[in-house]
C-alpha cells in the first residue's frame, strides 16, 4: 500500500515563507536611522558599563541596556527583513507595537540613568587631580551620557510612531 501524497501547505503558509526583500523605504526613513542610532548608543552604554567595576543598583541599568538593546535588534531586523507578520498577535499592530517598546525603552532608559548620575555622584571623589586610585567615576559619567542620549533616541522615536499612528499609517515605514 502507498503512503498518502504529501500535504500541501496553505498558499498563506507558503507566501509568509517566501525570499527575504530588504525593506529600503525603513533603511532609508527616519524610524530605520533611529534605530541604529539606539543599536549604537544603547551598545555604548552597556560596554561602558560593563567593562568598568559596577555594584549594587547598576547591575539594572545593565540588564536594561543589554534587554533592549536585542529587543532593539530584533525589531530592526524583522522590519528590515519585512518579516513581522510572522510575528504572532503582534504582526498585525506592528506601528503600535514599535511605539509601545519606545516609550517603555525611554521610561526604563531613564531610570538607568538615574542610577548612573546617582553613581557617578557617589564616585566623585575620586575625580581629583592627583587621585591615584582606580576609580569608574569616568565609566559611570559616560554611561549616563549614553543613557540620556538613549532616552532621547526612544522618545524621538516613539514620538514619531505617535505621528504616524495618527496620521492614519499602520506600517513602520
Not at 543599536?39 to 549594587?56: D, E, H, K, N, P
Not at 565609566?139 to 549614553?146: D, E, H, M
Request: hydrophobic share 50%; aromatic share 10%.
Amino acid at each position: 500500500m502507498l503512503p498518502p501524497p504529501p500535504r500541501q501547505p496553505p498558499p498563506q503558509a507558503r507566501a509568509a515563507r517566501g525570499a527575504v526583500s530588504l525593506q529600503r523605504a525603513f533603511l532609508r526613513g527616519p524610524l530605520g536611522v533611529l534605530r541604529l542610532l539606539q543599536l549604537l548608543a544603547g551598545a555604548a552604554f552597556w560596554i561602558t558599563i560593563a567593562t568598568s567595576r559596577y555594584q549594587g543598583p547598576v547591575h539594572f541599568a545593565l540588564f536594561v541596556s543589554v534587554l533592549f538593546w536585542l529587543l532593539t535588534l530584533g525589531l530592526y531586523f524583522l522590519t528590515l527583513l519585512g518579516k513581522h507578520e510572522l510575528v504572532p498577535v503582534l504582526g498585525s499592530r506592528w506601528l503600535v507595537v514599535n511605539v509601545a517598546h519606545d516609550l517603555l525603552a525611554a521610561a526604563l532608559y531613564g531610570a538607568a540613568m538615574g542610577i548612573m548620575i546617582s553613581q557617578t555622584q557617589s564616585h566623585s571623589y575620586c575625580n581629583l587631580k592627583d587621585y591615584q586610585m582606580s576609580c569608574a567615576y569616568h565609566a559611570f559619567l559616560a554611561a549616563a551620557v549614553c543613557g540620556g542620549l538613549c532616552l532621547g533616541l526612544y522618545l524621538l522615536s516613539a514620538l514619531y510612531g505617535c505621528c504616524r499612528h495618527y496620521q492614519g499609517e499602520q506600517e513602520v515605514a
